[in-house]
């Protein structure tokens, strides 16, 4: 099997074998949250810092979520549908990947301080880890960085391309408790030269939250 690094690799040139500095995407949302399940639309914007925003249109559960480039300093938010804006706690806005399309922000993320990606490719067992931070040299705050930000991204066996991202969320008061997230992503179409997931399902405790159906995109 390719080592980790080699995987990774591998993923940034199956995504798009030429340089990216941002992607738009727009299309049809659904949101379920307990009782409530609203459909709408959704727009989405990323740049290749890592700076992000996401607007789902959604009647009362509409809501927007940006995040800053990454860095020491990133900053995380979300702005309810009557135009609250909330601070998400810094646990919550330190993952290695942004979740929406995470084969983009490969090239950026996976030598960052203290972030963990571990990959997966096909069926195998074994999840390969990155990491620019020796087991020796971990420090107590630097093993709970590293627990935050880590990412387990699985890659199809033949196209290398992402097909799921799982990690742990967080109570903004309570960094200890962990909730498991998954991403799911299928409909892969060229666009400008990269593969798009043209479908993505976002599950919370393996119930379905949200489910993206891009209707166009825009890659430059």
């Not at 995040?67 to 309810?80: K, N, P, V």
């Not at 087991?135 to 890659?155: C, E, F, G, M, P």
């Not at 991202?165 to 498991?180: K, R």
């Not at 060229?190 to 939250?209: C, E, M, R, T, W």
Request: some cysteine; proline content about 4%.
């Amino acid at each position: 099997m390719p080592n980790a690094e080699t995987l990774t690799l591998q993923a940034i040139s199956a995504f798009s074998p030429a340089p990216i500095t941002s992607v738009q995407l727009s299309g049809a949302a659904r949101v379920v949250a307990g009782s409530s399940d609203e459909s709408g639309t959704f727009d989405f914007n990323v740049k290749n810092n890592g700076d992000s925003d996401l607007h789902l249109a959604l009647g009362l559960l509409s809501r927007t979520e940006k995040a800053s480039a990454f860095g020491e300093d990133r900053s995380c938010i979300w702005i309810s549908a009557d135009g609250t804006e909330h601070q998400n706690a810094n646990h919550n806005c330190s993952l290695a990947l942004d979740w929406i399309l995470p084969a983009f922000g490969l090239g950026q993320r996976y030598t960052e301080l203290n972030k963990v990606l571990r990959i997966q490719i096909g069926n195998a067992d074994q999840l390969l880890e990155l990491s620019s931070t020796s087991a020796a040299a971990r420090s107590s705050t630097q093993r709970l960085l590293r627990k935050l930000s880590t990412v387990d991204l699985k890659l199809d066996s033949s196209t290398v391309l992402p097909v799921s991202m799982t990690f742990y969320v967080h109570p903004d008061d309570d960094l200890n408790v962990d909730t498991p997230t998954e991403i799911l992503y299928s409909d892969y179409r060229k666009i400008s030269g990269a593969l798009i997931p043209f479908h993505i399902q976002k599950y919370l405790n393996n119930g379905l939250v949200l489910d993206l159906h891009v209707e166009s995109a825009i890659v430059q």
